[in-house]
């Protein structure tokens, strides 16, 4: 298995403009999960999903923040407009069943400059 | 809330050293406490504990979980400089799916 593919790797984008992540879960998992990692505030999670359904999106920081998960190999996280505040590496995580581990995928490093 | 507080938030040591890095949680309902180590980019799983008093063990990497103290350890004993690295310690609640991490413990291991 090609494990959590995320894309792209690396975003740099100007402040007020649309950002979209990516990501792929590992087939046959159920849950899939946003995460923001910074220095200040370490990994928070942003929102999960559960058989593509939303069930938590309470760690979205704003309205600027929207995720999707239209089919169960895919998901979208969208920052629209962006801001510099918002230069994070975003990870997706995915898991197979409740009380199971996690895996994450190797991050995206967005830069909002 | 819940909550997860690790400590120290980072620790320099020798190559050979021992090393225990702390776990402490508040969470309702809880269900379990994972470990994870994150080396250059994504965390990667070390162990799950759900009962207090079992050790977990891989290779010199061993964690335990005590839910009278609401707290676990990771020990790693004769430390390599491939274990430089940021172990996050993250705890599963039966409300919901995911985990809420603690910030981390950053591990610096010199030759």
């Known amino acids: 298995d090609a494990g959590v593919i995320q894309s792209p790797r690396h975003e740099v984008t100007e402040m007020g403009q649309e950002v979209t992540l990516r990501c792929k879960p590992i087939s046959g998992h159920n849950s899939l999960f946003w995460y923001r990692q910074t220095m200040m505030r370490g990994l928070e999670l942003l929102i999960y999903?559960?058989?593509?359904?939303?069930?938590?999106d309470s760690g979205m920081p704003e309205d600027r923040f929207s995720a999707k998960m239209p089919n169960a190999s895919f998901s979208t996280l969208k920052i629209q407009p962006s801001e510099p505040r918002d230069s994070a590496v975003y990870f997706c995580?995915?898991?197979?069943?409740?009380?199971?581990?996690?895996?994450f995928g190797q991050g995206t490093r967005l830069t909002v400059v | 809330e819940d909550k997860v507080v690790q400590s120290p938030l980072s620790l320099v040591v020798h190559e050979g050293d021992t090393v225990t890095l702390n776990c402490s949680y508040e969470?309702?309902?809880?269900?379990?406490l994972l470990w994870y180590k994150q080396e250059k980019k994504a965390p990667t799983f070390l162990f799950m504990l759900t009962s207090s008093g079992i050790e977990k063990k891989s290779g010199r990497l061993s964690s335990i979980l005590d839910k009278k103290e609401l707290s676990s350890i990771l020990n790693i004993t004769a430390t390599q400089t491939g274990d430089s690295a940021i172990y996050l310690c993250g705890s599963a609640s039966n409300s919901g799916y995911a985990l809420n991490f603690g910030k981390g413990t950053s591990l610096l291991v010199t030759p």
């Open positions: 969470v309702t309902n809880f269900r379990s």
């Open positions: 999903f559960n058989n593509n359904v939303p069930i938590d």
């Open positions: 995580a995915s898991q197979r069943r409740w009380n199971t581990e996690a895996f």
